[in-house]
């Protein structure tokens, strides 16, 4: 390879990592550092990977690659750090019958979001997301309400909507969001919840309501057909235990709890 076709493939790695960081992708960029004796590719070799694998660029195919492409799938799974190195020696390591060795530079990109969705827009719900709006998160709140959706703030990370059936919009959800159903009663929160299971990818559910309405929900829930293991996660009553029963106060306990929850 000469270096004009180096540096057109760089252009188009570069290209590509700066596309996905706007689209807000995450995204892994592997740079080849330094090489000490013997190496599929030369100095400043560089790939990006996204969660589906290789999106664009080579440091050189083959183990390494496939090492460093595993490394950086764990990375965006686990949240790692922003920029990490590594030294790897391709014979010991990896076991490549070449036996030099090279550091690999891996930078993150495009953080984890999170992601925050309500199903309803009530006195609670109205708190609770003017409270999480503030926040760095995203926010989806669905009612079927217009009346209580158009009371909702006009905030730059809230996206609130006017929905007829609330159990046909979980399956547009992102997945690993942190569910909150604050809908009229039990009796439009149970098809929700019941979506949600069979969804099956909200990292956090939980529900407003009493001990009593959450034993109630969890029984009818098996009886519907979800596991009892999945069931055992349901929050309800959600909120720390703060404070008085007032929204805006009711608010603050489920924020705090949200906040535990994403922590740990």
Known sequence: MNDDDR?????????TLAALVREGVECVSVTLASVRGSAPQEIGAKLVATRSGLACGTIG????????LARALASIDGGGEACSVEVVNLQRDIGMTCGGEVTLVYELFGARRWDVVVFGAGHVAQSLVRLLSTLECSLRVYD??????????RRANLKACVEA???SVV???PAGAFVVVMTQGHATDLPVLRALFAWGRARYIGVMGSAVKGARLRRELVEGGVSEEAVAALRCPIGLKLGKSKPAEIA???AAELLVARDT
């Open 252 to 254: 603050v306990s489920v």
């Open 171 to 173: 399956e547009t959800l």
């Open 61 to 68: 195919g083959g183990r390494l690659e496939a090492h460093a």
């Open 7 to 15: 540096s057109d493939g760089q252009a188009d790695v570069l290209a």
């Open 144 to 153: 079927s309400r217009a009346e209580w959706v158009e009371r909702l703030p």
């Open 165 to 167: 059936s609330l159990p």
